[in-house]
């Protein structure tokens, strides 16, 4: 899976590992994009056509904090992705190249304004854990990210408001990652975001990669849930919102 021009650095995070790791069959050939700096990448595919997904904040639940259980137990297992995504969950060692790639912001770039980087996370795996899953017909994942995190939802909210639009560099190559804060889930959680980031790159012949990513934070649990697709690509948003409810639910309920 090697690209073209510089493209030679890597495939998007979460795509390359994957494939790389061979953990869904025919991935290589599928999931093509054009490889990327380590500055992941989204496309434009579901621009904001989700019925119960989206971004804000929704009243505080009476959920008690899962801080007790260990996030791996509270992600969503293979069989629990909607159809038609094969999921595998993701090895603690290729957890800090994929997270990374659902921001647009690989570990290590430079990103200008400064202020727009993202929070320090731990990648380790008490404080983040993935499961990815693939369609090989639209060329389109779902992942599931659960993190540790003691800041609210409405901090990002407020960060994305000041960084619509930012340039960020690696490897050598610059990609301009735009975001854009949408209307907010109806979901039974603490708190909401849904934001859609699209990454450009010009030396991209695949054209741009839009993540539509879906958030909640429960207790000290943030939930965020991303369809990542290439160029014009437009698979249906209904199995992300599925994936989604089915992440915050078994979040909410502890197990």
């Not at 990815?132 to 609210?152: F, K, P, Y």
């Not at 934001?195 to 879906?214: C, F, I, N, Y």
Request: charged content about 15%.
């Amino acid at each position: 899976m090697v690209g073209r021009g510089s493209g030679r650095s890597r495939l998007a995070g979460v795509v390359a590992v994957v494939a790389a790791l061979g953990l869904v069959s025919g991935c290589s050939s599928s999931i093509s994009g054009e490889a990327q700096p380590d500055a992941g990448g989204q496309t434009p595919a579901v621009a904001g056509s989700i019925a119960p997904s989206a971004a804000g904040s929704t009243p505080p639940s009476t959920t008690a904090s899962s801080k007790a259980a260990p996030l791996a137990d509270l992600l969503l297992t293979p069989a629990e992705f909607p159809p038609p995504f094969d999921a595998v969950v993701l090895p603690a060692q290729a957890v800090p190249m994929a997270a990374p790639d659902l921001v647009g912001v690989p570990r290590g770039a430079t990103v200008d304004p400064a202020d727009c980087a993202p929070p320090e996370q731990d990648y380790g795996p008490t404080g983040t854990v993935m499961a990815v899953g693939t369609d090989n017909a639209s060329r389109s994942t779902i992942s599931v990210e659960l993190t540790r995190s003691d800041t609210s939802l409405t901090s990002l909210e407020a960060q994305t408001e000041d960084c619509t639009s930012m340039k960020v560099t690696a490897n050598g190559v610059t990609s301009t990652v735009t975001t854009v804060i949408l209307p907010p889930s109806p979901i039974n959680a603490d708190q909401t975001l849904s934001l859609r980031r699209t990454v450009s790159t010009p030396s991209s012949a695949t054209g741009d990669q839009t993540m539509l990513t879906l958030m909640a934070q429960v207790g000290d649990v943030r939930i965020a849930v991303t369809l990542m697709t290439f160029g014009a690509t437009e698979p249906p948003t209904a199995p992300l919102d599925e994936a989604f409810t089915a992440a915050v639910q078994k979040v909410r309920a502890g197990s």
